[in-house]
């Protein structure tokens, strides 16, 4: 079982940048592929940035350039730096695990972010 915690988040304006942390628990952080997703109201929930084990990222478009996803495997630790921010990056983050399956099983506890014009 993955445990996973988020911290960070908040309010900011336009411009203005935040960091997002996930800790977790258990042995088996650096086998995961690990992502942070978020939901505005009235949308559905979209992948924002991902990282694999080996270090591999992926970004959604209206990310790219603007935000970093990185993780320390000795702090268990995935980490989403945003710049730039904008009120359509409004959302619930929430950061997600993947399992043997393949899916993203384990999630944090979501945190909101909100971005003022």
């Known amino acids: 079982q993955v445990q996973l915690v988020q911290s960070g988040g908040g309010l900011v304006q336009a411009g203005g940048s935040l960091r997002l942390s996930c800790a977790t628990s258990g042995r088996t952080f650096s086998s995961h592929t690990m992502a942070w997703f978020r939901q505005a109201p009235g949308k559905q929930r979209e992948l924002v940035a991902a990282i694999t084990s080996g270090g591999s990222t992926f970004y959604v478009d209206s990310a790219k350039g603007r935000f970093t996803i990185s993780r320390d495997n000795a702090k268990n630790t995935v980490y989403l730096q945003m710049n730039s921010l904008k009120p359509e990056d409004t959302a619930v983050y929430s950061c997600?695990?993947?399992?043997?399956?393949?899916?993203?099983?384990?999630w944090g506890q979501g945190t909101q972010v909100t971005v003022s014009a």
């Open positions: 997600a695990a993947d399992s043997r399956l393949g899916t993203y099983d384990y």
